[in-house]
């Protein structure tokens, strides 16, 4: 409401003279609040400095309008100091930076653009506060950073300056992968290596999240003479060794945090840029498979249905060696629920499992019908709705959809060639369907019964 009455612009005296008042008591309450520069948040009680770092987060919109490019500037080194000062404060004061970012960039991007100075003020704010987060080891006021300038640096002009901070937000993270590896790979004692997964997770976690949010089009055409290639391609390039060196890693692969989180970094490069990962997808995958074999994490399922979906229908080599992964992975969770667990001991695998093969369905038809285990695959969905995962509603659910959308795969509105496929292929489904149809039958009417 204050932020609406400031912005108004109608007319007559009475309403400018209230909205110039209010905009006034903003600024009075700002500067007596962060009077002392950032050094005085040393000397704020935790609570308070809480409860001053909300305020300035709050009104970003305001100071974009009233304040200039070198006032946001101190505000964020206010921040910045908060971070450093109160563990309490951290996490609110990030998530206040990670609004400055956003609601004053119009005033920060052409600070940075204007001259070196002003581009030196803004490169070394977000660097010391990445810094300045990082140790604090919050997770999620690290998050809160690195999506704000992200945000910000997407929106500069100049793709070198673009990239240069894009830079500068990603080297203290690598640097921090870095170490955690090093220290994974030659463990002092059981709480180091733990500590190190941990920190290694919340530096993966960051890396996703600028992926994320440098949603620049890609153009698979533009070369570095045109002047157009995607910020990520340098990115990248320091990124790749990074996540090879954790897949690499049989400690990696086994910790779950850790495991989750480069397939999600992996996963978001995917979305984003997938002709850019093309080329290292038979590596990704091979790391996949040898992390399902260890861990049987549903996570590993969960990326195979984005590369499915990214890289299904993409040439008949991607098909066949998504046909191929399909069967080794369905093999491999025959013997673990068989061996070790049953299915309704690992509903979130079944779960996964099942959610993977609908993708296929839907994306590459064609390397799921043929697949040498697709008869099997489909007895054990049924299985798994009839008696394998009752009162399990995850598995259920999924093998119940995977099931509903195979068989009733004329009413989806799939590609023209998907259509093809699965019509040219329809007999393979049919005979699944004679084999099992009744038990599907009983079973959706014990269901519906109650």
Not at 68 to 83: E, G, K, M, P
Not at 295 to 315: I, Q
Not at 322 to 336: D, G, M, P
Not at 422 to 432: F, G, P, T
Request: with cysteine; aromatic share 6%.
């Amino acid at each position: 409401e204050v932020w609406a009455r400031v912005k108004a612009r109608a007319g007559g005296g009475s309403i400018r003279a209230d909205r110039d008042a209010t905009t006034q008591r903003l600024l009075q309450v700002l500067e007596q609040l962060c009077s002392g520069g950032s050094r005085s948040a040393a000397h704020q009680h935790p609570l308070v400095l809480v409860a001053v770092v909300n305020f300035i987060g709050s009104y970003a919109s305001v100071w974009n309008v009233c304040c200039t490019a070198d006032a946001i500037v101190n505000l964020l080194a206010y921040l910045r100091q908060s971070i450093l000062e109160s563990p309490t404060a951290a996490e609110p004061a990030a998530a206040s930076t990670r609004l400055l970012y956003i609601g004053c960039a119009s005033k920060l991007v052409a600070l940075a653009q204007t001259s070196e100075t002003g581009h030196h003020s803004v490169l070394m704010t977000i660097k010391e506060t990445i810094d300045a987060i990082l140790k604090s080891g919050n997770e999620t006021g690290t998050l809160a950073v690195v999506e704000g300038s992200t945000r910000l640096a997407v929106q500069l002009n100049d793709q070198t300056l673009m990239t240069r901070v894009l830079g500068v937000i990603m080297e203290p993270i690598l640097q921090g992968s870095r170490h955690s590896i090093e220290v994974i790979r030659n463990p002092s004692d059981a709480h180091t290596l733990s500590m190190a997964c941990q920190s290694l997770s919340i530096c993966l976690r960051a890396l996703k999240e600028l992926i994320r949010f440098c949603d620049i089009p890609y153009d698979p055409t533009a070369t570095e003479n045109n002047g157009q290639l995607h910020p990520l391609v340098d990115i990248l390039s320091a990124l790749w060794p990074i996540l090879h060196d954790v897949a690499s890693s049989q400690t990696c692969r086994q910790d779950e945090n850790v495991l989750i989180q480069v397939l999600a970094v992996n996963e978001q490069l995917i979305r984003t840029v997938p002709d850019m990962v093309a080329p290292h997808f038979s590596q990704l995958m091979t790391f996949v498979v040898q992390a399902y074999e260890e861990t049987h994490l549903p996570c590993t399922f969960d990326f195979v249905a984005a590369a499915v979906e990214a890289f299904g229908s993409k040439n008949a080599e991607f098909i066949q060696s998504f046909n191929q992964l399909l069967a080794h992975l369905s093999r491999c969770t025959y013997v673990y629920v068989t061996n070790e667990k049953r299915p309704s001991e690992c509903p979130q695998v079944i779960r996964a499992l099942f959610d993977m093969t609908r993708i296929y369905v839907l994306f590459s038809p064609y390397a799921l019908v043929n697949c040498s285990e697709f008869s099997t695959l489909f007895s054990f969905a049924v299985a798994c709705v009839h008696t394998e995962c009752k009162g399990e509603r995850d598995s259920t659910r999924a093998a119940l959809i995977f099931l509903s959308t195979i068989i009733g795969w004329r009413g989806l509105r799939l590609s023209q060639d998907a259509n093809a496929t699965l019509e040219a292929d329809s007999e393979v489904v049919h005979s699944a369907l004679a084999q099992h149809g009744d038990t599907i039958i009983c079973t959706c009417i014990v269901g519906l019964s109650g």
